[in-house]
């Protein structure tokens, strides 16, 4: 099969069937499809490969004016390039498998038998394989599980961009043998990222608008360092080239197609973080731990498609510290919460939204939020939001992030006036609170609240259509009243999410329900931040 030219990637058709296109297809014809038929993290996986493709097959675009022209050049230059490369992109070639180490083997048993394979359904994180649950499919039982090529193809990259670290097996290329222990994340999933796509009207549309120039690329991909006496300091990084181009040849670090396919912007977008060698034919592969990516905790810039905002910390003392940290999903909060972080171009100093932010046009547009959650080793979570972003949005953006701190505000005053409640009728528990480890208190208290958090975001997120009505009525006459429609529906939410969570069956539960309540509902007083607990800062 050759992933240029024969068709694997899932895609919607205008008239809305769904079919399977070829790579060429889908960047040099992209006009003929509404959109991508796969799930968050394929759709990730997919959108870097296009884009690596493009960057090479264009060598650019190198500035906006260039911006301008690919959807004119694209088709020919894909042509061209894809032709070029075609022996790159077959999947069962001899001695050159796309993505995957052709000299890679199994380690040999005693005796001389080859060693442990891996099944290829281990690539699909929904199949029953490996830690995998067979709650959705029984197929783990088979003894010969066949997968079509053209399913093979879409695992394998997705696989190389999201694999989780853990264990994994052992296998052998040249004279290193690889550890069953200490795998590394695959670049995109580390720290359960958010990644930040542009959706267009087509997919040429959605691809042209998450394309950014190499002059975007040099300003703003640039890796970060804080030292306490030299202060903060930046270092740029090659553009590089896909790593089929340059594909390593041995596994040693040093070598140069290692740090093409580590250390630069193009080599990392389609990574080789799992050695891997599919046995054609069959149902079995080798597969094993593969190049280490840095990522951003590491000193490395974020992925193009990541956000960076700064967080401020408090220690036991009252002192602030702030550090930069990737924008993440997590399950208890919902992703219309993080849109100040994510909708925000990057500055040259790393901070901000995707890199393909300053292509974002000004009329209205889809923005999609695609991330896993990874749980310990495991990917726990596949989640995914698209936000229709008006222009009155646009316009009105700083009022929006105001009104989402003041809900997570009233989130917060809802949780100190359970944590009165608990106090008066729990006498242990401002002592179990100090006996617990500072960084785990506000854990702590965060389940004493977690009834509460459930009803009132619940209750907040059922009434979002109160806010994005206030954002759009305003300029007008009806934005005062439909403010005071949204602000009130938080402060109701939070007061029955209190009733819920704390009783009144006892004259010292009413007692303690008084005091909260006070708490709760006085406009003077305000909840203070824990000394672990972490706020955004504006950017």
Request: glycine letters at 6%; one cysteine or more; aromatic letters at 10%.
């Amino acid at each position: 099969m050759n992933v240029a030219f024969d068709p694997w990637i899932p895609v919607i058709v205008n008239s809305g069937k769904r079919e399977l296109a070829s790579l060429y297809a889908v960047l040099a014809e992209g006009e003929k499809f509404a959109d991508l038929a796969v799930r968050p993290h394929e759709r990730v996986a997919l959108m870097r490969l296009f884009l690596c493709v493009v960057h090479a097959a264009l060598k650019g675009p190198k500035d906006y004016d260039e911006w301008c022209e690919v959807p004119k050049r694209l088709p020919d230059a894909v042509r061209t390039y894809l032709t070029d490369w075609k022996d790159s992109f077959e999947l069962f070639h001899e001695k050159k498998p796309w993505l995957q180490v052709a000299e890679l083997n199994g380690v040999e048993k005693e005796g001389g038998e080859s060693g442990k394979t891996s099944p290829v359904a281990l690539l699909d994180f929904e199949l029953a394989t490996g830690n995998n649950s067979t709650l959705n499919d029984h197929g783990g039982q088979m003894g010969f599980r066949p997968i079509k090529p053209e399913r093979i193809a879409l695992n394998l990259l997705t696989f190389q961009n999201f694999s989780s670290g853990g264990g994994s097996p052992v296998a052998q290329w040249k004279m290193i043998k690889t550890s069953q222990v200490g795998n590394p994340d695959a670049p995109c999933l580390s720290q359960s990222m958010a990644h930040c796509l542009f959706r267009g009207r087509s997919v040429a549309e959605t691809l042209h608008f998450n394309l950014p120039t190499f002059e975007t690329i040099g300003n703003a991909y640039r890796a970060f360092s804080t030292d306490k006496k030299k202060g903060d300091s930046y270092s740029d990084l090659a553009l590089g080239r896909p790593v089929w181009e340059n594909f390593p040849k041995s596994p040693e670090k040093e070598v140069d197609g290692v740090i093409n396919a580590t250390k630069t912007y193009i080599g990392r977008l389609v990574p080789i973080s799992r050695w891997i060698r599919l046995i054609h034919d069959s149902d079995q592969m080798y597969c094993c731990n593969g190049f280490k990516y840095d990522t951003y905790k590491d000193g490395f810039p974020s992925e193009p498609t990541a956000a960076v905002r700064v967080i401020t910390k408090k220690d036991k003392k009252g002192i602030e510290t702030t550090e930069r940290r990737v924008v993440k999903v997590e399950p208890t909060r919902a992703l219309w919460r993080e849109l100040s972080s994510l909708l925000v171009k990057r500055s040259a100093d790393g901070l901000g939204g995707p890199l393909a932010m300053v292509n974002a046009p000004n009329t209205e547009f889809d923005f999609h939020v695609c991330a896993i959650i990874r749980d310990q080793a495991s990917m726990d979570i596949a989640v995914e939001s698209v936000f229709h972003i008006a222009p009155a949005f646009q316009a009105n953006f700083p009022i929006y992030q105001a009104e989402v701190i003041r809900a997570e505000e009233r989130s917060r005053k809802l949780r100190w006036a359970i944590e009165d409640y608990r106090s008066t009728i729990d006498n242990d528990w401002i002592s179990r609170v100090k006996r617990t480890q500072a960084k785990e208190q506000s854990a702590l208290k965060d389940k004493l609240a977690q009834g509460a958090f459930l009803s009132y975001w619940t209750a907040v997120e059922k009434n979002l259509p109160l806010l994005m009505t206030h954002i759009e009525a305003i300029g007008t006459d009806a934005a005062i009243p439909t403010r005071e429609a949204w602000r009130k529906m938080l402060f109701s939410a939070a007061c029955d999410a209190y009733r819920i969570v704390c009783g009144q069956e006892t004259p010292r539960q009413m007692r303690a329900f008084a005091k909260g309540w006070h708490k709760l509902t006085t406009k003077k007083d305000k909840p203070e931040l824990n000394t672990q607990e972490t706020k955004e800062v504006e950017l």
